[in-house]
């Protein structure tokens, strides 16, 4: 299992879509949410993605598909 530090980016169309839901279905991925900042028009969020790293690769592949912006942090939490 690998366990990354992810920044998820979502434009203003994807605010109200459940794609962190989607990924759980999809690829058996499990989201643990570290911070987060959603507003009208744009959100992020900071999370670990929990899976195998196939299972992980596939999903963040999927999220920038879906128009995500997917962006490792690596050991890193921001502020």
């Known amino acids: 299992m690998t366990r990354p530090h992810v920044k998820l980016t979502f434009p203003e169309d994807l605010i109200r879509t459940p794609v962190l839901a989607e990924i759980v279905r999809r690829f058996d991925v499990a989201p643990n949410i570290r911070r987060a900042a959603v507003e009208e028009h744009s959100g992020w969020i900071i999370c670990d ?11 963040t592949t999927w999220l920038r598909t879906q128009g995500v912006g997917v962006d ?6 921001e502020s």
């Open 49 to 59: 993605l929990e899976g195998t790293p196939e299972q992980v690769a596939e999903a």
């Open 72 to 77: 490792l942090l690596g050991d890193v939490l």
